[in-house]
């Protein structure tokens, strides 16, 4: 196996040179490098790792309240298969990560993004994990239905789920949430927001009371076609009848919970092919001798292709993140005539080994490096 930290270090030179970037790569000296990921860092560090790795926010079509990506969950047993716990997880956009985070179990995830307004929601979940101990009251929390008396703890993600979609909005309760969310991120966190910040918490918030647990993709301006709920997200399987979802038991639940309360899921907003967010997560990982496990990618990638030449920034951006021959990108593919997004796993280093060889050109050759 490779040493992630050289191979990285090496491979960002290398990449930075050939596409001609002026900014160079930092390398880091063995005292740092010997340093490891934290178990838990401070609200201070996480508030500036926030604003450190992030980039002037950009747009997107559509809010992306919640995915709209039914078969993620049919990758996980190869996804447990091939990796092992305590990497790095990276991904981008909302809820669909902390499904990922409970499979992989990362001691560390960093969650980037364009637009602003997803690293808000991130924020916002990270206040219910701190205020609900359980998933039945993260669920009444997040969308403002007060719980039924006679829903336990250990109910099945079905049973949660259906429970609050016959649970009737309470106004009083979406305030008083509200209030606590703010306090929670302002004077319990640490947080500075700012006045922008809080409107859009605010929007966010106020479209899960309104939705419930019927909220989808097409809420927020997506394609007029049927989307999965929030409740069919949370409810899926993966193909053999097993449930993954951060929802689906207790235990995924907390091992969502532990890193949000440790400060160890870190939002950031960046664009894959900027020029800041991915490499200095790189930095900052290469730094502290780790190895990113999986990067969630959605369908991102092919919208870098259809900005000309921004590709090739980003997987010169990939290249400065430590990774070995068993991390992984985790791709959703169009499937144009059912307009759904299929769910594909394939080796981080095989791809960059074919860019490096100069095979991939358009988006459709990504393909032909798949295992």
Not at 11 to 40: E, H, I, N, Q, W
Not at 310 to 317: D, G, L, M, P, Q
């Amino acid at each position: 196996m490779r040493r992630p930290l050289l191979r990285g270090v090496l491979a960002a030179l290398f990449f930075a040179c050939a596409l001609g970037f002026t900014a160079a790569y930092r390398p880091v000296s063995a005292a740092v490098a010997a340093a490891d990921l934290p178990s838990k860092i401070s609200d201070a560090e996480f508030w500036t790792l926030v604003a450190d790795l992030s980039e002037p926010g950009g747009s997107f079509p559509f809010d992306n309240f919640v995915s709209n990506e039914t078969t993620i969950q049919s990758v996980i047993p190869a996804l447990k298969a091939r990796t092992s716990r305590g990497g790095v997880y990276l991904g981008v956009g909302p809820e669909q990560n902390f499904t990922y985070i409970a499979a992989l179990e990362p001691r560390m995830a960093f969650i980037i993004d364009i637009r602003r307004q997803n690293l808000v929601e991130h924020l916002m979940y990270k206040a219910l994990f701190q205020l609900a101990d359980n998933r039945a009251d993260f669920i009444s929390r997040l969308f403002s239905r007060k719980r039924p008396a006679d829903l336990s703890s250990e109910a099945t993600d079905e049973a949660l789920l259906l429970a609050y979609e016959r649970a009737v909005p309470d106004q009083q309760l979406f305030e008083s949430n509200l209030r606590e969310i703010l306090n929670t991120l302002t004077r319990s966190r640490g947080a500075e927001l700012t006045a922008a910040d809080i409107t859009s918490l605010t929007f966010v918030y106020t479209t899960f009371f309104r939705e419930g647990p019927r909220l989808n993709y097409q809420i927020g301006g997506g394609p007029s076609v049927d989307m999965p709920t929030y409740t069919d997200l949370m409810t899926q399987s993966d193909g053999n009848g097993q449930h993954h979802s951060f929802l689906s038991s207790e235990r995924h639940y907390h091992i969502v919970r532990t890193l949000e309360m440790n400060n160890l899921v870190i939002p950031v907003v960046g664009d894959f092919a900027g020029p800041t967010a991915l490499r200095e997560v790189g930095a900052y990982l290469t730094s502290r001798n780790a190895t990113v496990t999986a990067f969630y990618l959605s369908n991102v990638e092919r919208y870098l292709f259809d900005r000309r030449r921004a590709w090739r920034s980003f997987y010169a951006n990939v290249a400065a993140l430590p990774y070995d021959e068993r991390s992984v990108f985790i791709r959703a593919v169009l499937n144009r005539p059912a307009f759904t997004l299929v769910s594909l796993v394939a080796p981080i280093a095989d791809l960059m080994n074919a860019f490096s060889q100069g095979r991939i050109r358009q988006y459709q050759d990504v393909f032909g490096v798949l295992p």
